[in-house]
Nanobody, 118 residues
């Protein structure tokens, strides 16, 4: 059974930093692309960042490029999202995601709340 458990969210002031973690189980983590999404209040869920399995290639939403860094530690089955220079518009529930065999299913964690406010 696929499980994704996010942690690391919280309340932070504008300009601050947070590091999110997502611990995965139930699949071969090292062979899967991992994604971070977020859903601001009242808005659609959006892709934030992704990291591939083999080469560790990354991509980012334009809104976070240069501020956020996605990384992974395959030995720990964990994907991270380092968030720097946080802005109020970064406030959202952040989710990690992977996709099952043949892209049949998307698997989501429960999410972790990030609130950027003074």
């Amino acid at each position: 059974q696929v499980q994704l458990v996010e942690s690391g969210g919280g309340l932070v002031q504008p300009g601050g930093s947070l590091r999110l973690s997502c611990v995965a189980s139930g699949f071969t983590f090292s062979s899967r692309t991992m994604y971070w999404y977020r859903q601001p209040p009242g808005k659609e869920r959006e892709l934030v960042a992704a990291i591939t399995s083999v080469a560790g290639n990354t991509n980012y939403a334009n809104s976070v490029r240069g501020r956020f860094t996605i990384s992974r530690d395959n030995a720990k089955n964990t994907v991270y999202l380092q968030m720097n220079s946080l802005k109020p518009e970064d406030t959202a529930v952040y989710y990690c995601k992977t996709v099952g065999d043949y892209g049949r299913y998307a698997y989501w964690g429960q999410g972790t709340q990030v609130t950027v406010s003074s």
